[in-house]
């Protein structure tokens, strides 16, 4: 069983930065790929960006390419995501998630667990 809580969501204007934390539990989580949701109000949920298990390999939606980051880190059991050059458009929660796999995508049907989300508000 894996748990997953996402943190470092806030309120921030237009241009900013802001920077997401999704610590797990699990011995396994190492050999997890990870990935980041997000859900706007009456919207889908949407993917955002994903890791593979060992952290060299990543992939990013075209709406957050160049302006995310996600990374990793295997001694702290905690994935990140960077987000700068934030705009109104990225107002949305966020969701941290994992899949048993060594290699996920975009699709959330990959993913097993899920975190319980953090609020991002970006302000024009």
């Known amino acids: 069983q894996v748990q997953l809580v996402e943190s470092g969501g806030g309120l921030v204007q237009a241009g900013g930065s802001l920077r997401l934390s999704c610590a797990a539990s699990?011995?396994?989580?190492?050999?997890?790929?990870m990935g980041w949701f997000r859900q706007a109000p009456g919207k889908e949920r949407t993917f955002v960006a994903a890791i593979n298990w060992s952290g060299t390999s990543t992939v990013y939606a075209d709406s957050v390419k160049g302006r995310f980051t996600i990374s990793r880190d295997k001694d702290k059991n905690t994935v990140y995501l960077q987000m700068n050059s934030l705009k109104p458009e990225d107002t949305a929660v966020y969701y941290c998630?994992?899949?048993?796999?060594?290699?996920?995508?975009?699709?959330?049907?990959?993913?097993?667990?899920w975190g319980q989300g953090t609020q991002v508000t970006v302000s024009s």
């Open positions: 998630a994992a899949a048993t796999t060594r290699y996920s995508g975009s699709s959330r049907n990959e993913y097993d667990y």
């Open positions: 699990g011995r396994t989580f190492s050999s997890y790929a």
